[in-house]
């Protein structure tokens, strides 16, 4: 039966409801050879974040995806306390981001090796905790691939050939996300599985037409007053295009910083359906488009078959 997989177990995709794609509860930037669980208290974050979670809740927003991967803050027990304090079906996933948030060992060995231990995190739990990832979350540099990220990426691909797990790679920028889908496609990936985040920063809508026409999601995430009117001009793009059921929206907010006092300024998640659904009913998108955006496409994304 298809399923989605939260930090608490599996869902049924229509318990789904209303997604945040893309939003990070937590995140450190000290870099891959020093993070760790050691560097925040976790009940510290789990009372800093957990408002700004009910706050949402509050909103109708049923399923929450962060998108912290390995190195970076990716504190499944944290999430999974999170979920079951505000009743949110959160995501975590499995995967690496990109320098410095790199191990050394990542460069040594090959991207079938990356995949088997990204497989083993999807079959056995994340690092004993018992909570599966729901997906699988990357990262490439801009421009022209370099090799630890071409090896990112197939790795990613072979990941989900084995799993049926949804990639979602921080992107932004359209060589790197022409270039990328090239990998998995050569990996044999279908690219509707595969989710060009950060797509709100291709400049070209061009590209964004070409993107679509080769099958991938593209997550339009960063959303916020003063981005507000550029995404609506992707999403009528979008709809008008006849790639609608191919798009992805969120803010990419929060979050507790570690390291900083009290976790620094976190950005709220609210924004989307206090602010930005009315715009989208204003510039003439009805309900069942709305729904479509935000219920129908996370489901399908975050299904696994």
Known sequence: ????????GRIHPSELGLTLMHEHVLCDFIGAEKTGPHRWDRAQVA???????QAIADQGIKAFVDCSPRYIGRDPLLLRHLSERTGLHILTNTGFYKEPFLPPWVFEVSAEELAEHWVAEWQEGIE????????IKIAVNPGALVPIQQKIVRAAALTHLQTGLLVASHTGEAQAAFESLSIAEKAGMD???YVIVHANGITDLADHDALAARGAWLEYDG???????????????????????????????GWYEAGQPQGGTVRPYTYLMAEFVPLLRQAGLGEEEI???LVENPRRALTIS
């Open 1 to 8: 039966m298809p399923y989605i997989q939260t930090v608490r």
């Open 47 to 53: 009372e800093r974040m957990a408002p700004y979670l």
């Open 128 to 135: 004993g905790t018992g909570v599966r990832p729901g997906f």
């Open 191 to 193: 690219l509707a599985r």
């Open 223 to 253: 959303l916020r007053a003063d981005t507000a009117e550029w995404h609506l001009t992707l999403v009528r793009h979008a709809l008008e295009r006849g790639y609608g059921d191919q798009i992805l929206l969120s803010h990419d907010a």
């Open 291 to 293: 729904h479509r955006l």
